[in-house]
């Protein structure tokens, strides 16, 4: 027997308790065939020497906007570590919008009011766009400020006559008109000048964000809403769009997709079910490009104090954040998608958000019965321990980012306040309840390099050094199982990735430290020397 390829002289961590370790792998098909001794006499096309690294299974990173994430990388880049002042913004925004023609777009993202101090206002960037509209959107990606010009591209001259939007917010000055900023679903009210994005945009957006994806070890991602522009998503095109870029090659990373639930639409003869034409639901789909869950997002951003809270924020006695869709209006979505056979990822981050997801969870069970549903809450940002108990009983897998204790911890404990602070972004307590963990950046909103991700989950210290939920923290073999088979689980191919096993498909990362023996405050610094997907080396560091 001959395989195409034989990887040796690695330290492997397969996550397999049956084989926990290995030094040779064999693949045939894009698969695993054999370790160590089981590939004694068999020939190879080819022979790759790892000279000693330590190699796991591939990243799976389970809530990863890749086509967002292109876009953002794609524009100019906003982020608190580039720009550090409010003044710093206007000035950055002025020398993108001078190399532009006059009448393009300025697309800009990633800044943080916490950071930066305030929000940027329309009538500033009027004066250093040049007569140019600009959309920027802030790092949560739950709001976004636009210029004057941009309001006028989008109906609105003069930001005149720009209308409350339920289930948004559109901040506004002493006048009356919009200052700039849109909250949640008041963005389209701008976006729609702009979207849906050409199909060719966005395979060159992937494109991007994949070729960095492959580089920080990640092989597998699940995108979380595509197919609209009044959610999420680029475009009604987007599966066509991530279609083109795996044909074309530029789509390295096996992908699951999640429809944004106003894709789905009412079924004529079955009252009550909510679906995609020709009935395609979740598992639709191959082993590099398949239909997931369908998306809803329930409330807002915990740092932009928008999450639907059962108590106000701190410092702000009139704020409890709101929901994006009425409790009512709610259940008929996501019973119905569940009655059609959807797995169901509901966006919820505040208390009160979560409650409203598990009551319809709860609601959809016990008038259609399904077994296994693996409905998901991603996020689930702020829970008490009732509520960690409620979600193991109904088998939800909750799904929260650990990369936002760095990057974002600072503004959530200001937001939450210390008490509350201890159940954010929980991970030790739905282990010990039982739950499946699985590992995910919510990228771009935060770095999407797994090993940080890993790091934060690990270590739990925020960028100014504070602990954020210290007994939150869990082992480094725990987050490595997270964003290997904890994620692979998430989406219901934990029988083909996940592990290093005979039969799995044979993608893994290698590293240039076993991050499972290093110091927990060095994991950040382990570096990515090669990603295999399929058995194929789909990203190798340079020498230099």
């Known amino acids: 027997m001959r395989v195409d390829a034989i990887y040796e002289g690695g330290r492997f961590v397969t996550m397999d308790p049956a084989r926990p370790r290995a030094h040779r792998v064999g693949v045939l098909g894009g698969r695993i065939v054999g370790f160590d001794e089981e590939l004694e006499g068999l020939g190879a096309a080819r022979t790759v020497d790892l000279g000693g690294a330590c190699a796991v299974p591939g990243f799976n990173d389970a809530h990863h906007h890749l086509s967002m994430r292109g876009r953002r990388l794609r524009a100019l880049d906003l982020r608190s570590h580039l720009v550090t002042t409010l003044d710093a913004l206007y000035a950055a925004v002025a020398r993108a919008a001078d190399a532009l023609p006059r009448d393009a777009w300025v697309h800009a993202g990633g800044y943080d009011q916490n950071k930066i101090g305030a929000h940027p206002l329309a009538e500033r960037l009027d004066e250093v766009t040049g007569g140019r509209p600009i959309w920027i959107e802030h790092v949560s990606g739950h709001m976004g400020v636009a210029n004057t010009e941009a309001f006028a591209r989008a109906g609105f001259p003069g930001r005149d006559g720009v209308p409350d939007v339920e289930g948004g917010h559109v901040v506004r000055g002493p006048d009356g008109r919009p200052a700039g900023l849109l909250q949640e679903r008041a963005m389209p009210l701008v976006r729609g000048a702009f979207e849906p994005l050409p199909v060719a945009e966005i395979e060159a ?245 797994p090993l940080l991700g890993i790091h934060d989950m690990v270590n739990r210290r925020t960028r100014s050094g504070q602990d954020l939920a210290p007994g939150e923290r869990i082992t480094a073999e725990h987050a490595l199982r997270a964003y290997t088979h904890g994620s692979a689980y998430a989406v219901r191919e934990e029988h083909r990735k996940g592990t290093l096993a005979v039969g799995a498909l044979a993608d893994f990362t290698v590293l240039s430290d076993d991050l499972l023996a290093v110091d927990p405050a060095g994991i950040a610094g382990i570096d990515v020397l090669a990603t295999v997907v399929g058995g194929e080396l789909a990203y190798e560091r340079s020498a230099g």
């Not at 009551?359 to 019965?369: G, I, K, L, N, S």
């Not at 909750?398 to 503004?411: H, W």
């Not at 200001?414 to 499946?436: F, I, K, N, Q, W």
Request: glycine share 12%.
């Open 205 to 449: 957006n992937i494109a991007e964000a994949s070729r960095v994806a492959l580089s920080e070890g990640l092989t597998s991602a699940t995108e979380p809403g595509i197919g609209t522009i009044d959610g999420l998503g680029n475009s009604p095109l987007d599966l066509h769009a991530f279609q083109r870029a795996r044909e074309s090659g530029a789509l390295g990373v096996r992908m699951t997709l999640m429809p944004y639930v106003t894709a789905l639409h009412a079924v004529a003869g079955e009252d009550g079910l909510r679906a995609l034409d020709l009935g395609l639901r979740s598992g639709f789909g191959d082993e590099w490009l398949r239909i997931g869950p369908v998306k809803i997002l329930t409330d807002g951003s915990l740092i932009g104090r928008s999450a639907a809270m059962t108590c106000c924020y701190a410092g702000e006695d009139d704020n409890t954040g709101f929901m994006l869709f009425d409790p009512q209006e709610l259940a008929p979505l996501l019973v119905g998608a569940h009655r059609a056979g959807w797995q169901v990822a509901a966006h919820a981050i505040g208390d009160a958000a979560v409650d409203h997801v598990l009551d319809v969870y709860e609601q959809a069970q016990r008038e259609y019965p399904r077994s296994d549903t693996r409905h998901r809450i991603e996020h689930f940002a702020v829970a008490d321990d009732r509520q960690v108990a409620r979600a193991a009983a109904l088998g939800v897998v909750a799904v929260p980012q650990g990369r936002f204790i760095t990057e974002l911890g600072d503004g959530m404990r200001t937001a939450l306040g210390p008490g509350r602070s201890e159940h954010c972004y929980r991970m030790r307590s739905l282990l010990d309840a039982g739950m499946v963990l699985p590992g995910s950046s919510d990228a771009p909103v935060v770095d999407g390099a």
